[in-house]
């Protein structure tokens, strides 16, 4: 086989691994058995050793001596610690586009967030029973209302929210760190869904948006602090 073929196997059977693990078919802490991957995808062991490898570069992923490759599990420790680094950039990256755009932010700063907020209401208006907001939007929702949405789409967007406010400081390193978390966010965030509603989700980002230019880092931070707590206790 040449190598660009090899490669193309690859990414295949860790793109349909990927898309399984972050729809949450796969549940975390799942073992990910070579042969049983193999023969499902029609590939060989090593291309299916490879495919775990990029999985766990992603870290959606965990190899153990003797006891192989299984989807990463959120204990309270790595829940915390995720959220620690990503206050830490994204708190800072809220700070730097305060000092560069003052209270009110610019139209071209804003931009990419408000559009995700469009796209998520777009999917929000679509939905079968699509509703007004709950007057409560947050936590103890019940996600499961929500029938019909692609929740999978819903969580690349939350992601790309975060990822928006991140570029609004146009701090380069900040930008990069942040999008080393890359599929581990998603995977994440596919975990804090449970308890909102879309019209929730829609409602409390859209207040964050104007949070973070009145108050900066705190809001941050404290939306952060939020979410943690839903997985701590949940």
């Known amino acids: 086989m040449p190598p660009h073929s090899a490669d193309t196997a690859v990414e295949r059977v860790a793109e349909a691994l990927r898309a399984e693990i972050l729809s949450g078919t796969v549940a975390l802490g799942s073992p990910l058995r070579e042969e049983a991957a193999a023969e499902r995808f029609?590939?060989?062991r090593h291309t299916v050793r490879s495919a775990f490898q990029r999985l766990v570069a992603e870290r959606l992923a965990v190899a153990e001596a003797y006891r192989?490759?299984?989807?990463v599990s959120f204990d309270p420790d790595e829940i915390v610690a995720l959220q620690q680094l990503r206050a830490a950039l994204e708190g800072e990256a809220v700070r730097i586009a305060g000092e560069r755009h003052g209270a009110v932010w610019p139209e071209a700063a804003l931009a990419p967030a408000v559009a995700v907020l469009e796209r998520l209401e777009e999917i929000a208006e679509a939905a079968p029973g699509a509703?007004?907001?709950?007057a409560d939007p947050g936590a103890g929702s019940d996600a499961d209302a929500d029938d019909g949405i692609d929740w999978l789409e819903v969580e690349r967007l939350h992601a790309d929210f975060h990822r928006a406010i991140v570029?609004?400081?146009s701090s380069p390193r900040i930008v990069e760190a942040h999008d080393a978390l890359g599929?581990?966010?998603l995977l994440f965030l596919l975990h804090?869904?449970?308890h909102y509603t879309l019209e929730g989700l829609i409602a409390e980002h859209r207040g964050l948006l104007g949070d973070v230019q009145s108050r900066g880092a705190d809001a941050m931070r404290e939306h952060l602090a939020h979410s943690?707590?839903?997985l701590l206790e949940s």
Do not use: K
């Open 68 to 71: 192989g490759v299984r989807v």
């Open 42 to 44: 029609g590939v060989s």
């Open 192 to 194: 804090v869904r449970p």
């Open 183 to 185: 599929s581990e966010l």
């Open 167 to 169: 570029a609004a400081s």
């Open 131 to 134: 509703r007004p907001p709950a």
């Open 228 to 230: 943690t707590e839903l």
